[in-house]
């Protein structure tokens, strides 16, 4: 490998491991998605065994809130086994979470760290498209079964 090759590599690689470390939201609008602007971002959840189950929440410049619940299973690969979301506000709304794509590390020694982009879907029209920064889980209590 080239000095010049290796050095585009090793940029593309930490490029790469920087993106998406911020929260975002687009909303679907007129056919198109349109950003949102989002205040403040949260993501609680737990490991339990095989599974874990989160809440991510985005607060917008309006005091809105989007609530996603999330359960990501893994046996070895994880997947996105469901997911509901609601919209606060004026404007209020529900339905379905779609992973796009799905990033979830650790919860080994430590508690596990889940983000990925999702699409928010009301029957099956998209509403909400959100990027979630990989980040880990603040603990929550596990509601006795």
């Not at 339990?48 to 005091?63: I, M, N, P, Q, R």
């Not at 979470?97 to 590390?105: D, I, P, Q, R």
Request: contains cysteine; proline residues 5%; hydrophobic residues 35%.
């Amino acid at each position: 490998m080239t000095k010049s090759n290796f050095s585009l590599a090793v940029l593309l690689v930490v490029g790469g491991c920087s993106a998406n470390t911020e929260p975002a939201l687009e909303e679907w609008v007129e056919g198109e998605f349109r950003p949102r602007t989002v205040s403040a971002y949260k993501i609680d959840g737990h490991r339990d065994g095989a599974t874990t189950k989160a809440v991510a929440t985005f607060t917008l410049e309006s005091g809105t809130r989007v609530h996603l619940e999330i359960e990501v299973s893994y046996n070895p690969a994880p997947v996105m086994n469901s997911g509901r979301w609601r919209l606060t506000g004026a404007d209020a709304d529900s339905g379905l979470v779609v992973a796009e794509s799905l990033k979830f590390l650790g919860g080994q020694g430590e508690g596990p760290s889940l983000g990925g982009r999702r699409i928010l879907k009301t029957d099956t029209q998209p509403r909400i498209r959100g990027q979630l920064p990989l980040r880990g889980l603040r603990k929550t209590k596990r509601k006795a079964e």
